[in-house]
């Protein structure tokens, strides 16, 4: 494109100006990256932004050995190589500017600017090759919501397309120049890439795809992607030799092991296309330029019939009907199916741009944005924005393409026609940003306020979190301890804070709660990133299938527990259960399991455990004893297996000879339970005939009023504790 002299231009048009084109147009994108990111500079840490500070901390104390640290993330102790699924290079930067800057959010932030005005540039650059409004695009991809949001983290996402666009950049110029060294440089930075976000492997198969298509003479080119496959293999098989293991095939189980949860394979797919559709708004706002007035109709007509055959296909908690009817779950249907039909127009937009251009160019874009939208609805682990960011760059390249004819000349209307629709876009990823900011905000001031609560200052060390993300930074950093996921550290008395819309969230402790504290936390409050209860999960669609949501928003609710007797019980269960699990074949493990299920009044369930346990050690008399006793002693809306216990009692005392007093009184009930009354009197009397050289034995006031009962004609049934609701 060739630029305009100022001279043309007025003193009146510098709006004007950005979109005809000037000799200072990089400093133009360099500056709109810089003033669309600025407001969140002192956005607190948020999500996995605690994992990579924890290993550029980690990389401050030994450069050499980044994820030589264990953590809690998922409740348990692990390796930080087990938990990072990502390269260490951007916790490398972030190692270097926080011995810069310091730790401070704004710190932080601050030197993740760069990588985004790098993207700024870098997209300029490839604009300028392959459309003819390359300031445009570049402020299209800017204003995205994805791009917005990542840019306000502090993970590796910017970093690693920044090197993306770069390395592109390069191996283009390589070819134009014919020059070795900017080949080289690109393929040092796809290399980079890669050990940022492993994802940027797939740079090196597009640009061969490209490379072949347009250069007959490529062979010297060609063998430059060697590099970056070199330096990816010498970095894995350095990791390995630290860790035991390839990082890289970790990561690549940890997405197979994961697949599950996605879903289908065509309801993954679906939920691919409505986070391209919200992510990559753009496509919405100057979808009326691209399609002629029957096409938009036709997209209407789809709208509507995605809206009324959505309910059949998600489950949104309400019926049928209900869903059409309920205020919120018609906006929900509404921006799904809005969503959906954007994600498909930039499949559209890729097709429209190879039947028409057929060239090397739309070959790279058509592969770049294919091989993205493979990798998120197929290949990663979940479906989620981060990894869209990738392919912001060319689909605000196909827009251009697209509505090139329309922005020839410099006319208002063609101003109008560019600046309206990035002005809508635009507005719409400043309130998401907004939203993440304002989520992830509510964190950090939830942790602040525990830290300065009365209760929680005096008794520091009874204080236990269950969280994830950004709010587990804050935690650990104000001296609160992570809960190990088997709770066995907890007493009664102890305190547990885990927020509502989070991960990690200990469920069984609610049911024995002495005391439930809520407190509330502001977010925004028309729109959410993250809430499961709206449908929203921009960092995983297991979170919600849109990326961001319109609605009522509710604050943040955090909840302390206090532990109490029924909490502890519950936490008792949840270790002997997965005791086990883990020695099945152990009369011990099932014995005291199913104690403590009879002590929180799961009766039946207590009964199995001790039925099998008599099943491993048919010999063990005791077992059998205590499991007689529970069938004959059952409250009378329980009692079926009166005959079982009396046939087992008779087998108890058989065996050992009659002469054991526990044995007797067991035998007593059980007779009494069949309403042989008698000889449950006769029974009892023996019981307590053998013990009367020990009148202080634990059994004789039990025994003496038992006996008094089947004197009654009465059976004896114990008081077990009812079922946790």
Same mark, same amino acid.
């Given at each position: 494109m060739q630029a305009h002299p100022p001279a043309k231009l007025s003193s009146t048009s510098a709006v004007q100006s950005i979109f005809y084109g000037n000799w200072f147009d990089p400093w133009?994108?360099? @500056?709109?990256?810089?003033?669309?990111?600025?407001?969140?500079?002192?956005?607190?840490?948020?999500?996995?932004?605690? @994992?990579?500070?924890?290993?550029?901390?980690?990389?401050?104390?030994?450069?050499?050995?980044?994820?030589?640290?264990?953590?809690? !993330? &998922?409740?348990?102790?692990? %390796?930080?190589?087990?938990?990072?699924?990502?390269?260490?290079?951007?916790?490398?930067?972030?190692?270097?500017?926080?011995?810069?800057?310091?730790?401070?959010?704004?710190?932080?932030?601050?030197? /993740? +600017?760069?990588?985004?005005?790098?993207?700024?540039?870098?997209?300029?650059? +490839?604009?300028?090759?392959?459309?003819?409004?390359?300031?445009?695009?570049?402020?299209?991809?800017? =204003?995205?919501?994805?791009?917005? =949001?990542?840019?306000?983290?502090?993970?590796?996402?910017?970093?690693?397309?920044?090197?993306? +666009?770069?390395?592109?950049?390069?191996?283009? !110029?390589?070819?134009?120049?014919?020059?070795?060294?900017?080949?080289?440089?690109?393929?040092?930075?796809?290399?980079?890439?890669?050990?940022?976000?492993?994802?940027?492997?797939?740079? =090196? %198969?597009? #640009? +061969?795809?490209?490379?072949?298509?347009? !250069?007959?003479?490529?062979? !010297?080119? =060609? /063998?430059?992607? #060697?590099? %970056? @496959?070199?330096?990816?293999?010498?970095?894995?098989?350095?990791?390995?030799?630290?860790?035991?293991?390839?990082?890289?095939?970790?990561?690549?189980?940890?997405?197979?092991?994961?697949?599950?949860?996605?879903?289908?394979?065509? &309801?993954?797919?679906?939920?691919?296309?409505?986070?391209?559709?919200?992510?990559?708004?753009?496509?919405?706002?100057?979808?009326?330029l691209l399609c002629s007035r029957r096409s938009l109709l036709a997209a209407c007509g789809l709208c509507v019939l995605t809206a009324l055959l959505l309910p059949l296909f998600l489950d949104l908690n309400v019926t049928y009907w209900s869903a059409m009817t309920n205020p919120q779950s018609l906006l929900f249907i509404f921006q799904f199916s809005i969503f959906l039909i954007g994600g498909a127009g930039i499949l559209v937009l890729v097709g429209r741009d190879v039947l028409i251009r057929r060239d090397a160019d739309c070959l790279l874009l058509g592969l770049w944005v294919a091989g993205t939208f493979f990798f998120c609805s197929i290949v990663n682990w979940t479906v989620n924005g981060r990894s869209l960011l990738p392919m912001t760059p060319p689909v605000s390249l196909l827009l251009i393409r697209g509505l090139s004819p329309l922005f020839k000349g410099q006319s208002r209307s063609s101003v109008f026609l560019k600046a309206v629709p990035l002005g809508l876009t635009a507005a719409l990823a400043m309130n998401v940003a907004w939203a993440d900011t304002w989520w992830a905000n509510s964190a950090r001031s939830a942790a602040q306020f525990f830290d300065s609560h009365g209760p929680f200052l005096d008794k520091r060390d009874n204080v236990f979190y269950s969280v994830h993300w950004g709010v587990q930074f804050y935690m650990d950093k104000l001296g609160f301890r992570a809960l190990e996921a088997n709770q066995s550290t907890l007493r009664l008395g102890d305190s547990v804070i885990f927020p509502a819309y989070n991960t990690n969230v200990p469920q069984q402790l609610l049911a024995g709660a002495k005391q439930a504290e809520h407190h509330l936390f502001p977010v925004h409050p028309f729109l959410a990133t993250m809430r499961s209860a709206m449908g929203a999960g921009f960092y995983s669609n297991l979170g919600g299938p849109l990326p961001f949501v319109i609605g009522p928003v509710t604050p943040d609710r955090y909840t302390v527990l206090t532990v109490s007797d029924g909490t502890l019980q519950s936490i008792r269960i949840q270790q002997l259960e997965q005791d086990v699990l883990k020695n099945g074949n152990s009369v011990e493990s099932r014995y005291q399991y199913g104690m403590a299920l009879l002590a929180a009044g799961q009766i039946a369930d207590a009964v199995g455990q001790l039925e099998i346990a008599m099943q491993i050690d048919p010999n063990n008399l005791a077992i059998q004893n205590d499991l007689a006793w529970i069938l004959a002693t059952l409250p009378q809306e329980y009692q079926q297996q009166q005959a079982v216990a009396l046939q087992l009692a008779q087998h108890i005392n058989s065996t050992s000879g009659g002469q054991i007093a526990e044995f007797l009184d067991t035998l007593a009930a059980a007779l009494a339970a069949n309403r042989r009354y008698d000889e449950a009197t006769a029974t009892a009397t023996k019981a307590l005939e053998l013990l009367k050289d020990d009148p202080r034995h634990e059994l004789v006031q039990g025994i003496a009023e038992r006996l008094q009962l089947y004197k009654q004609q009465q059976p004896h049934h114990e008081k077990y504790p009812m079922p946790a609701n």
């Open positions: 133009v994108c360099a @500056v709109a990256a810089l003033l669309s990111l600025l407001p969140f500079l002192s956005k607190a840490v948020h999500l996995d932004d605690t @994992v990579f500070i924890y290993v550029a901390k980690q990389i401050c104390q030994n450069p050499i050995d980044p994820f030589g640290l264990v953590i809690n !993330w &998922y409740g348990h102790q692990m %390796p930080l190589h087990e938990v990072q699924q990502n390269g260490p290079l951007a916790s490398y930067y972030m190692a270097l500017a926080a011995s810069l800057l310091g730790w401070s959010e704004v710190s932080l932030h601050a030197a /993740f +600017l760069v990588p985004a005005l790098a993207c700024a540039v870098g997209m300029f650059y +490839l604009a300028k090759r392959l459309c003819d409004q390359p300031v445009l695009a570049t402020l299209i991809m800017l =204003v995205t919501p994805v791009f917005l =949001v990542s840019g306000t983290t502090l993970m590796c996402d910017t970093l690693m397309l920044a090197l993306w +666009l770069w390395s592109v950049v390069l191996w283009i !110029w390589s070819a134009d120049r014919h020059s070795h060294g900017w080949a080289i440089l690109s393929a040092v930075l796809i290399g980079a890439g890669i050990v940022t976000k492993y994802y940027a492997v797939a740079i =090196v %198969p597009l #640009l +061969l795809a490209y490379s072949l298509f347009r !250069w007959h003479d490529v062979r !010297w080119r =060609v /063998f430059y992607l #060697l590099i %970056p @496959v070199a330096m990816v293999l010498a970095y894995d098989q350095y990791m390995s030799s630290l860790y035991g293991h390839s990082l890289l095939k970790g990561a690549s189980d940890h997405a197979i092991e994961m697949a599950g949860a996605k879903g289908s394979v065509s &309801y993954r797919i679906a939920v691919t296309l409505t986070f391209m559709g919200g992510c990559l708004a753009a496509i919405l706002f100057y979808a009326p």
